[in-house]
């Protein structure tokens, strides 16, 4: 169920929608997070300021219900804001425990969708913080009732480097995600490593494309594999995947799958989803945190657009594109 209020500038043409999209289970949870940090509303006023200071000024903000509770003081996070801008129309700004609230929520949803239309749903992970973001979703596996009999899951990119690897992508993912939740090892899809990095994305390829070919994974209209969802992060230098800024890599446009050796973020070698494939996914959700990705998240979303783009600024999507950020990643994009 949804709640919605909106926050509107009276006189010009500035609008907000403060959302709360949240089940029953996720306004509990909420709610006995937020009396643990007791400043709700000074969180909440935060989030706020980041608008334009004369924007904020003519905003009237009424008191949010929901299933008959004012949720006043807890419209902390829940921000989507609703303007002509296009950077500005799926950026969610959020405390760092709302990323993940509301994060789990989403990916709940997606799942409900997916599974009910064509009994599957195929999920792409990224290595990073992104994991720990998973962590309400693992929560609130109940309350959402997520089939996880259905689920078939993919990684972005990996190291290359043996499975229990601190490094290892899968061991991050395995360690803060998938050892808790009931999914079919066999419907796990890690990278092999047994092989260097061009044989593993070779082999990685050639996987994707047998499930393309028995139906699990859906295709693009230009050939290319259409995930379900996938969860990107995003390095403080802009890169998602391992596709780093200013390599070569980033402009592959062939390969589904491709490798690099020379990874300015160690380990060097590593194998990552292309572009094509990036962007030819039914909803992306890229989640950054942390106020020393600012520069890199201003730079993707409102960054000049004749200067070379941060690969982070490349990633489209063929339904949805959703940024879920933490004040900290989101401080520099409401200056003024
Ligand atoms: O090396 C990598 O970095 C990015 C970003 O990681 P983060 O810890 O800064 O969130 C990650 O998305 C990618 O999967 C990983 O291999």
Request: aromatic content about 10%.
């Given at each position: 169920?949804?709640?919605r209020?909106r926050?509107y500038q009276?006189?010009?043409?500035?609008?907000m929608?403060?959302?709360?999209?949240f089940?029953t289970?996720?306004?509990?949870?909420q709610?006995s997070l937020?009396s643990?940090?007791?400043?709700?509303?000074k969180?909440?006023?935060?989030?706020?300021?980041?608008?334009?200071s004369?924007a904020?000024k003519?905003?009237?903000?009424?008191?949010?219900r929901?299933n008959?509770?004012?949720?006043?003081?807890?419209?902390v996070g829940?921000?989507?804001a609703?303007?002509?801008?296009?950077?500005?129309k799926?950026v969610?700004?959020?405390t760092?425990?709302h990323?993940?609230i509301?994060?789990?929520?989403d990916?709940?949803?997606?799942?409900?969708?997916f599974i009910?239309?064509?009994?599957?749903?195929?999920v792409v992970?990224?290595?990073?913080s992104?994991?720990?973001?998973?962590r309400?979703l693992?929560?609130?596996t109940?309350?959402?009732?997520i089939?996880?009999s259905?689920w078939?899951?993919?990684w972005?990119d990996?190291?290359?480097?043996?499975k229990d690897?601190?490094?290892?992508n899968?061991?991050?993912?395995?360690?803060?995600?998938?050892?808790k939740?009931?999914?079919?090892p066999v419907?796990?899809y890690?990278?092999?490593?047994a092989?260097e990095?061009?044989?593993?994305?070779d082999?990685y390829?050639?996987t994707?494309?047998?499930?393309v070919?028995n139906?699990v994974i859906?295709t693009?209209?230009?050939g290319?594999p259409?995930?379900d969802?996938m969860?990107?992060?995003?390095?403080?230098?802009?890169h998602v995947?391992?596709l780093?800024?200013?390599h070569?890599?980033?402009?592959?446009?062939?390969?589904?799958?491709?490798?690099?050796?020379?990874?300015?973020?160690?380990?060097?070698?590593?194998?990552?989803l292309?572009?094509p494939?990036?962007?030819?996914?039914s909803?992306?959700?890229?989640?950054?945190t942390?106020?020393?990705k600012?520069?890199?998240v201003?730079?993707?979303l409102?960054?000049?657009?004749?200067?070379d783009?941060?690969?982070?600024?490349?990633?489209?999507?063929?339904?949805?594109?959703?940024?879920?950020?933490d004040?900290g990643?989101?401080s520099m994009?409401?200056k003024?």
């Amino acid at each position: 169920m949804t709640s919605r209020v909106r926050c509107y500038q009276t006189s010009r043409t500035i609008k907000m929608t403060f959302s709360a999209a949240f089940s029953t289970s996720l306004y509990t949870s909420q709610t006995s997070l937020l009396s643990s940090k007791n400043s709700s509303n000074k969180l909440f006023l935060k989030t706020c300021s980041l608008f334009p200071s004369q924007a904020r000024k003519k905003l009237l903000f009424q008191p949010l219900r929901y299933n008959g509770f004012s949720t006043e003081r807890s419209c902390v996070g829940i921000v989507k804001a609703i303007q002509s801008e296009n950077w500005f129309k799926n950026v969610e700004v959020f405390t760092k425990e709302h990323v993940a609230i509301l994060l789990a929520h989403d990916v709940a949803q997606h799942s409900n969708k997916f599974i009910q239309e064509k009994g599957a749903f195929t999920v792409v992970l990224s290595g990073g913080s992104l994991i720990k973001y998973l962590r309400k979703l693992v929560e609130l596996t109940n309350a959402e009732s997520i089939d996880w009999s259905k689920w078939h899951v993919f990684w972005v990119d990996e190291r290359v480097v043996p499975k229990d690897h601190l490094e290892s992508n899968y061991k991050l993912a395995y360690d803060g995600f998938l050892s808790k939740v009931p999914i079919p090892p066999v419907n796990i899809y890690s990278i092999d490593d047994a092989l260097e990095a061009d044989g593993a994305a070779d082999v990685y390829e050639t996987t994707l494309r047998r499930l393309v070919k028995n139906g699990v994974i859906a295709t693009s209209e230009n050939g290319f594999p259409k995930f379900d969802l996938m969860l990107l992060g995003m390095g403080q230098d802009g890169h998602v995947a391992s596709l780093f800024p200013r390599h070569s890599l980033v402009k592959e446009d062939k390969k589904w799958v491709s490798f690099i050796k020379d990874s300015p973020k160690p380990p060097s070698d590593r194998i990552t989803l292309t572009f094509p494939v990036i962007n030819a996914c039914s909803n992306i959700a890229m989640v950054v945190t942390g106020a020393g990705k600012n520069g890199a998240v201003y730079s993707a979303l409102r960054g000049d657009e004749k200067s070379d783009k941060l690969p982070a600024g490349l990633v489209s999507s063929e339904g949805e594109l959703k940024w879920y950020l933490d004040i900290g990643a989101a401080s520099m994009l409401f200056k003024e």
